[in-house]
């Protein structure tokens, strides 16, 4: 990245000479499998990628925060002692929510100036708001020597995003976005917060993540209802069995007690959370001895369980994953993050990648009218300042 592009922009945005600026730099990330996990306790494997929001910062000698991004509208000013939620901010609330937070916890930043600028889809499910959360909580941590741990911040800006801006979703983003190092991709235990990086040694293959570029709309309440389910779920089989979290069974013993559920919708949830789980800790073992093809029969499989029993994909999303399960070459493809829209995720052969793009792109315009962007993914490292 140029960092010069993004001192222009503050200089832009703030009118002035753009003296004396911090660099940081937040990613993205994808979910390789684990999916609606890690609000159940279960195990999941993002990476962090090479796609993220830049960001120039300066402190200011007051309380005021102004924010400013080359991507997106408007430009906000707030004074750090009135910082509340308002629809017109759009995106600067995400900002906001980490400054608030920070505040609530008896952190004391001051006044700072913050430009962003972003190389990846906003709203296409690879976490744009995490990496946005997470580059604010690195800002104002390096800016003013907060001492906030790296775990912490990933936990501060996930109760930011659930608090403040009022989206309910687990961990996993902002973990990922905080923790993520190149060439690996993290092993999360979302009931304890254990995690181990898993070198991501794919050989000739490639990450190849496809947008569907579908308008989501009702994607909060729908994610918002499939927690209500798990939990309905979760409380019809504690009174049959000692857990904490649905995770917490293992197939067998999910089979032995799911009659206790008393609706069929709320099983179907169950069933995906503990098969998947399943399957996330069969595609770690399978990746650490080389299995690629089990690894991607496994993503095969999470796709179409989150398809059947989760009921969180889309049309879009399986006609992408089902023409990516055509081309030779494709090891696995499957629907990554939320749902209701976003991308895929596919493990493709690098000779395969052209005939991918190309069979998967028209297909998916014949049968959607869409047009689909792709992104050979690379991951990258978590939040953090860019040292010159
Ligand atoms: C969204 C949420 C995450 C996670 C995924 C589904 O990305 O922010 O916490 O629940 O959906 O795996």
Redesign the pocket.
């Given at each position: 990245m140029d960092l010069q592009s993004i001192k222009d922009g503050f200089a832009r945005a703030f009118g002035d000479t753009g003296e004396g600026l911090r660099f940081f730099y937040a990613p993205g990330r994808v979910?390789l499998i684990?999916?609606?996990?890690?609000?159940n306790g279960g195990y999941?494997f993002p990476c962090a990628l090479n796609l993220g929001i830049y960001s120039a910062a300066r402190k200011r000698g007051d309380s005021l925060i102004r924010l400013a991004s080359g991507n997106m509208e408007p430009k906000v000013t707030v004074d750090s002692a009135h910082i509340f939620y308002d629809t017109k901010d759009g995106w600067a609330n995400y900002p906001k929510a980490v400054i608030h937070e920070l505040l609530r916890m008896g952190y004391t930043p001051g006044g700072f100036d913050l430009y962003v600028w972003g190389d990846m889809p906003n709203n296409a499910?690879l976490?744009s708001s995490?990496a946005i959360e997470l580059l604010t909580c690195a800002v104002s941590d390096r800016l003013f020597d907060l001492g906030v741990g790296s775990i912490e911040r990933a936990k501060l800006c996930q109760r930011a995003e659930n608090g403040f801006v009022g989206?309910n979703?687990?961990?996993?983003?902002q973990f990922a976005s905080g923790m993520g190092k190149k060439d690996n991709a993290i092993l999360l235990d979302c009931s304890t917060l254990e995690y181990q990086y898993v070198p991501l040694k794919l050989g000739d293959y490639r990450l190849i993540i496809s947008n569907t570029n579908k308008k989501r709309g009702l994607t909060d309440s729908k994610?918002n209802e499939r927690r209500e389910e798990c939990e309905r779920a979760l409380h019809d089989l504690q009174k049959v069995c000692d857990i904490k979290n649905l995770c917490d069974l293992s197939a067998d013993d999910f089979e032995k007690y799911k009659n206790a559920i008393g609706d069929s919708v709320a099983c179907n949830r169950a069933a995906h959370a503990v098969y998947e789980n399943a399957r996330t800790k069969a595609a770690v073992k399978a990746l650490n001895t080389g299995n690629l093809r089990e690894f991607g029969k496994l993503m095969n499989l999470s796709h179409v369980s989150l398809r059947d029993l989760y009921g969180v994909s889309c049309t879009e999303l399986d006609v992408l994953a089902e023409a990516a399960w055509n081309v030779e070459g494709v090891l696995g493809s499957r629907m990554t993050?939320?749902g209701f829209g976003g991308c895929t995720v596919s493990v493709v052969h690098k000779d395969a990648a052209d005939s991918f793009i190309k069979n998967v792109g028209e297909t998916y315009k014949t049968r959607t009218g869409l047009t689909a962007d792709f992104y050979i993914a690379e991951t990258g490292d978590g939040a953090g300042e860019i040292i010159k």
């Open positions: 979910n684990g999916e609606h996990l890690d609000y999941v499910g976490s995490a989206v979703c687990g961990i996993m983003d994610y993050g939320a």
